[in-house]
């Protein structure tokens, strides 16, 4: 039997460390998943996950707000929003005009307000027409309903509006996941 004071002590504590060329390959593997971790972290801070988008534009004195869902999963509800607002009062009629394929994204499809007339144009796109309060300033129209289980990841579409002798057109997309 050994006692302490007969054990052989090594040199160096380090003599297990492996050299540096052994680990080549895992430095490389930490700074590829670091690199990794990085991007997610920017493309969070960016928005490239928000699952709802807003866009705006305005023509003369009318201006158009716009919030759709940029991510949609089948069957979750999803909402199409649109707020008009202008320096003068609405026009008697407003039309909403959608084009086909991003309302296929839409099932159990309602808008509010309830529309006074919709038609489907030969351009691919469904015409909506409804009237906002007398007098009103601004109005808010409601897509609502749930996401379509078809697959497409990504489903593009047009959204056209008529009011005051304006007319505005903005292209929205969609993405669907899993």
Same mark, same amino acid.
């Given at each position: 039997?050994?006692?302490?004071?007969?054990?052989?002590?090594?040199?160096?504590? $380090?003599?297990?460390?492996?050299?540096?060329?052994?680990?080549?390959? +895992?430095? +490389?593997? +930490? &700074?590829?998943? &670091? &690199?990794?971790?990085?991007?997610?972290?920017?493309?969070? $801070?960016?928005?490239?996950? *928000?699952?709802?988008?807003?866009?705006?534009?305005?023509?003369?004195? $009318?201006?158009?707000?716009?919030?759709?869902?940029?991510?949609?999963?089948?069957?979750?509800?999803?909402?199409?929003?649109?707020? &008009?607002?202008?320096?003068?009062?609405?026009? !008697?009629?407003?039309?909403?005009?959608?084009?086909?394929?991003?309302?296929?994204?839409?099932?159990?499809?309602?808008?509010?307000?309830?529309?006074?007339?919709?038609?489907?144009?030969?351009?691919?796109?469904?015409?909506?027409?409804?009237?906002?309060?007398?007098?009103? +300033? !601004?109005?808010?129209?409601?897509?609502?309903?749930?996401?379509?289980?078809?697959?497409?990841?990504?489903?593009?579409?047009?959204?056209?509006?008529?009011?005051?002798?304006?007319?505005?057109?903005? *292209?929205?997309?969609?993405?669907?996941?899993?």
């Amino acid at each position: 039997m050994q006692n302490i004071y007969q054990a052989t002590v090594d040199d160096s504590t $380090l003599d297990d460390i492996t050299a540096e060329e052994d680990n080549r390959g +895992r430095r +490389r593997l +930490r &700074l590829a998943t &670091l &690199l990794a971790v990085a991007t997610l972290v920017i493309m969070a $801070l960016i928005g490239a996950f *928000d699952q709802r988008k807003t866009i705006s534009q305005r023509s003369g004195n $009318l201006e158009v707000q716009v919030e759709y869902p940029s991510v949609v999963r089948a069957g979750n509800e999803i909402q199409l929003q649109i707020a &008009l607002s202008s320096s003068q009062p609405l026009s !008697e009629t407003v039309k909403l005009s959608v084009s086909e394929d991003y309302l296929t994204l839409f099932e159990d499809f309602s808008a509010f307000p309830e529309p006074e007339s919709q038609a489907s144009r030969g351009d691919g796109t469904v015409e909506f027409e409804v009237s906002p309060v007398t007098g009103a +300033r !601004e109005m808010v129209a409601t897509f609502t309903g749930r996401a379509s289980d078809q697959w497409n990841p990504k489903t593009k579409g047009s959204l056209g509006i008529i009011a005051d002798d304006m007319q505005i057109t903005l *292209d929205i997309e969609t993405w669907r996941t899993p």
